[in-house]
């Protein structure tokens, strides 16, 4: 079983996604709350309370972090999408999911 | 005009057809979490959307060079028989795209795509043309693989976002995470401009070129080309898809905002991610992975598996039904000789019978945005229900 399923699937992508959505999509998700927890920290989220400098300059930093964070991750994805890497022409062999030859009926599909 | 030109014109014609109800169909992907917690007005969130898939379309080229070069050797493409296939594959997508939105189900419009393709190319030139471990490689495993990755992300997110919310209070962490997920929902929307406006870019592309309308060496995409699909999947995402909508965001589980964030954020992720490494994955299953994920990752959340059973059925048949949809659209076409231009034009006619067809059976149970709108329910209502729904929140 483990044979066919390295025979189909490319493991070391899949690792390498798996890594970059756990630190980017739970990463920012994580982010986003301590954001959100600088936010109350410095007052601007929630019930107003009575705190000192220290710590409302505390929460700005924190939000602030944060925030570079979650900005630093959506322009990655935008880099990434941008940059994706460019295909090659297809070879018609056996690996493509659709092989068409050519003859009588010219075509190919995927 | 001339044959090739008239059929060159008919495919054109189906692929935008296409990418519109791609556009409707896939909306629910980018925002369908959004309008379910409220964070989004129905109609302010998919003009978003529409506006950021216009964009994403016009972002790179790499997916439509795949599909016009990388897939299918220009020799092997050329001439009328070419676009007959791409013609009956493109009905086959269509088709399947309308009935599992008439029955409300999220599936794969790629999948649908290729089952066309399979299903035409088959009825063709004959089962040589397919590569079934081809076929399990590219399109089965990353399938299934999508629904796992994005889901264990989702629900990590989730359980993460919960255990925040302890310390944040209810009230500022519903309002908090509705902002962060426009801007997840948005980045959805813009990668879904980039990958699947450019599918049907590649399609057109595979045409010009297999008429030499279209230079293979010096490959680019016309801006024409570029404008036409944009618009198509934009103004499809604009017409809503709200059936659609309705089953991503409300019946496969209850999704608060913490849970729509997370399930946005790690959808994000994932398409990016594995669009980056070249192992593309089904947005639509990337995105139903996520919602389940944050279903699961709320302590006492619950995920309607019923509903989740119906989808799964429906992606295993997306492939065979599209296939045999392509296959008779080629079947019929082939009636009227491979040398005229009626079989093109009686098979158009047929699809756009269907469609009208499901799009009147559709009214008898329609949904509106007016249905999805969650934005006059307060805070308290929310708390009520998703009391209602499950003890424990935080």
Redo the contacts between chains.
């Keep these: 079983m483990f044979v066919l399923a390295t025979a189909?699937?490319?493991w070391d992508?899949?690792w390498?996604?798996?890594v970059?959505?756990?630190i980017?999509?739970?990463g920012?998700?994580?982010a986003?709350?301590?954001?959100?927890?600088g936010?109350?920290a410095a007052n601007r989220?929630?019930p107003k309370e009575t705190r000192g400098e220290g710590p409302r300059a505390g929460g700005y930093a924190l939000a602030a972090v944060c925030g570079v964070l979650?900005v630093g991750?959506?322009v990655v994805?935008?880099y990434?999408?941008?940059?994706?890497?460019?295909?090659?022409?297809?070879?018609?062999k056996?690996?493509?999911?659709?092989?068409?030859?050519?003859?009588p009926?010219?075509?190919?599909?995927? | 005009m001339g044959s090739t030109t008239l059929v060159l014109v008919i495919v054109i014609a189906a692929a935008v057809s296409f990418d519109f109800t791609n556009g409707f169909h896939d909306t629910a992907n980018a925002m369908a979490t959004s309008i379910a917690t409220g964070a989004l007005k129905p109609i302010v969130a998919v003009l978003i959307s529409a506006a950021l898939n216009f964009l994403?379309a016009f972002?790179?080229i790499?997916?439509a060079?795949?599909i016009a070069?990388?897939?299918?050797?220009?020799?092997?493409?050329?001439?009328l028989?070419?676009l007959?296939?791409?013609e009956a594959?493109l009905i086959g997508a269509i088709t399947w795209n309308l009935i599992t939105w008439y029955f409300t189900i999220p599936s794969s419009s790629s999948h649908a795509?290729?089952g066309g393709?399979?299903g035409?190319?088959i009825a063709?030139?004959g089962s040589?043309?397919?590569?079934v471990?081809?076929?399990?490689?590219?399109?089965v495993?990353p399938g299934i693989?999508a629904i796992f990755?994005?889901g264990?992300?989702?629900f990590?997110?989730?359980t993460?976002?919960y255990l925040?919310?302890r310390?944040?209070?209810q009230?500022?962490?519903r309002?908090?995470?509705r902002y962060?997920q426009i801007?997840?929902a948005s980045?959805v929307s813009?990668?879904h401009g980039?990958n699947d406006a450019q599918k049907t870019m590649g399609v057109i592309a595979l045409a010009l070129i297999?008429t030499g309308h279209l230079s293979?060496v010096h490959f680019t995409v016309p801006v024409w080309v570029k404008l036409l699909c944009a618009t198509a999947m934009a103004l499809g995402t604009a017409t809503g898809g709200w059936r659609i909508i309705n089953t991503m965001g409300n019946r496969i589980t209850t999704v608060e905002s913490?849970q729509g964030?997370?399930a946005e954020?790690?959808?994000?992720?994932?398409i990016?991610?594995?669009?980056?490494?070249?192992?593309p994955l089904s947005t639509t299953q990337v995105v139903s992975g996520g919602v389940m994920g944050a279903g699961l990752g709320k302590r006492g959340g619950v995920v309607h598996w019923s509903v989740v059973g119906q989808m799964v059925v429906a992606w295993v048949i997306t492939l065979p039904s599209a296939a045999l949809v392509g296959a008779a659209a080629w079947n019929i076409s082939d009636l009227f000789g491979t040398n005229s231009s009626v079989g093109a034009i009686v098979i158009a006619a047929l699809a756009a019978v269907v469609a009208f067809g499901l799009w009147t059976l559709s009214k008898r149970n329609r949904i509106t945005a007016q249905d999805l709108d969650r934005t006059s329910i307060t805070p308290e209502i929310e708390a009520e229900r998703a009391a209602a729904a499950s003890p424990a929140i935080a």
């Design positions: 189909i699937v490319d992508a899949m390498k996604i798996f970059v959505v756990l980017a999509g739970t920012t998700v994580v986003f709350g301590f954001l959100l927890l936010l109350k989220l929630g979650c991750v959506v994805g935008i990434a999408m941008a940059k994706k890497p460019s295909s090659t022409p297809a070879k018609p056996a690996k493509a999911a659709l092989v068409i030859p050519a003859g009926h010219k075509f190919g599909g995927f | 994403g972002i790179s790499s997916v060079t795949t070069k990388g897939i299918v050797p220009s020799s092997a493409t050329a001439g028989d070419g007959f296939v791409v594959a795509l290729i393709l399979i035409a190319a063709s030139v040589g043309a397919v590569s471990h081809g076929i399990v490689q590219k399109v495993a693989l990755v994005c264990i992300a989702a990590l997110a989730t993460a976002a925040l919310i310390r944040l209070g009230e500022e962490a309002a908090g995470y962060g801007g997840s980045l813009l990668a980039t297999s293979a913490p964030f997370s954020s790690s959808s994000a992720a994932t990016l991610a594995s669009s980056y490494y070249g192992y």
